[in-house]
C-alpha cells in the first residue's frame, strides 16, 4: 500500500482536528478525500507530506514512517497545498530548474525533467514568463509541475482547483488525469463532479472522523430513507393535496405551478400523484425524481455540519 494511515490523531490546543482516523491507499489508485472545511482533510495531508507531526498514531508512505524517516518519504511524494506557494517573481522555468534541484536533479536530466513537466502540463507558451504574470490556471499548472518534476511514486493534492474557471477546472483535471496513469493519487476536492469524473473510491471525513469510505458506486447504491420528486402543474394547485399523498414528507412551493416532494423512499408515491392530477382535473406536465448523487451523499453523510 502506498499511505497507511494508522489510529491518527492530531490536537491543537483544546481542538481535535483528527480523532483516531484509519485507512489506506492502494498503489496506482485515486482516492478523492473529501469533507466539509474544518473537517481535517489538510491537516491529514499535512501530516502524510511531513509538514505537520502527528499527535498520536502513524502514517506510512511507501513504507516509511513519516516521523522516523520525512527525507526519504519527501522523495516518495509530490505535494501540491491548498495555497500553491510559488516564487512569484521567478520564470516558469527557472522555477521549475529550481524545484528539480531541490530534488538532487542535476546536469541533463534536470533540464530534460523540466522540458517534459512544461510540455506534460502545458507550460510551453508560459515558460518564459515570470509567475506573477500567469493566470491563477497556469499558477496551479506550475504547481503540478512541481509535485511532478522528481517523479514521485504518490501524488497528494490539496483542493487543486479551488477558484478556477469552469474552462481551467477541466483542464487542471485533465492534467491530472494524465499524470496518475502511474501513480498514486490523494486529493481533495470540494467539486463532487470531479470525484466522480477521476475517483472509484472516496473518503468522506466530518469533524475529524472518517463518516464513509467505500466505492463511488456502493455509495450511491446505499438505501436513503427518503426520495426527492419535482412537479410541475399547469397552474398553481393547493399544497394541502400533494401532502394528502400517503408518504409524503414535505412540499416546497418553488414557483407557480412547480413543487418540490420529499418523500419516504418505502414506496413509490408517483402512481399516486397521478391518480390525484386525474381526480381533481389538474395538468401535470412534469414528474422527475432525483437521482442519487456525490453532492447528496457529501450532504447526507455531513449533515450535522450544515
Do not use: W
Not at 510559488?86 to 520564470?91: A, C, I, N, Q
Not at 498514486?184 to 467539486?191: A, G, N, P
Amino acid at each position: 500500500m502506498s499511505i497507511t494511515v494508522k489510529n491518527l490523531t492530531k490536537v491543537f490546543g483544546q481542538q481535535k482536528a483528527l480523532d483516531n482516523i484509519s485507512f489506506h491507499v492502494d498503489e496506482g489508485e485515486i482516492l478523492g478525500f473529501l469533507g466539509p472545511n474544518g473537517a481535517g482533510k489538510s491537516t491529514t495531508m499535512k501530516i502524510a507530506t511531513c509538514y505537520l507531526p502527528p499527535t498520536s498514531g502513524e502514517v506510512f508512505v511507501e513504507g516509511v514512517n513519516v516521523v522516523d524517516d520525512p527525507i526519504r518519504v519527501k522523495k516518495h511524494i509530490g505535494y501540491l497545498p491548498e495555497h500553491n506557494p510559488l516564487y512569484l517573481e521567478m520564470y516558469v522555468h527557472e522555477y521549475l530548474h529550481f524545484t528539480g534541484g531541490l530534488f538532487g536533479l542535476r546536469g541533463k536530466t534536470l533540464r530534460n525533467r523540466t522540458g517534459e513537466m512544461i510540455e506534460l502540463c502545458g507550460l510551453e507558451r508560459e515558460q518564459n514568463k515570470k509567475i506573477e504574470a500567469l493566470s491563477k490556471g497556469y499558477r496551479q499548472r506550475v504547481g503540478l509541475a512541481q509535485a511532478l518534476i522528481h517523479d514521485p511514486s504518490v501524488l497528494i493534492l490539496d483542493e487543486p482547483t479551488t477558484g478556477l474557471d469552469p474552462n481551467q477546472i477541466v483542464e487542471i483535471r485533465n492534467v491530472i488525469k494524465e499524470v496518475s496513469a502511474n501513480k498514486t493519487v490523494l486529493f481533495s476536492t470540494h467539486i463532487m463532479q470531479e470525484v466522480q469524473a477521476l475517483c472509484d473510491r472516496v473518503i468522506v471525513i466530518n469533524k475529524g472522523h472518517i463518516v464513509a469510505d467505500d466505492k463511488i458506486e456502493s455509495l450511491k447504491n446505499q438505501p436513503v430513507e427518503t426520495v426527492v420528486i419535482t412537479l410541475e402543474f399547469s397552474e398553481k394547485i393547493d399544497e394541502a393535496l400533494i401532502r394528502s399523498v400517503d408518504g409524503v414528507l414535505r412540499v416546497s412551493h418553488v414557483r407557480e405551478g412547480q413543487y418540490v416532494v420529499e418523500a419516504g423512499a418505502d414506496r413509490d408515491i408517483r402512481p399516486s400523484i397521478f391518480k390525484l392530477a386525474a381526480s381533481h382535473n389538474l395538468t401535470l406536465v412534469g414528474m422527475r425524481q432525483e437521482e442519487e448523487n456525490m453532492e447528496k451523499i457529501f450532504q447526507r453523510l455531513t449533515k450535522s455540519d450544515t
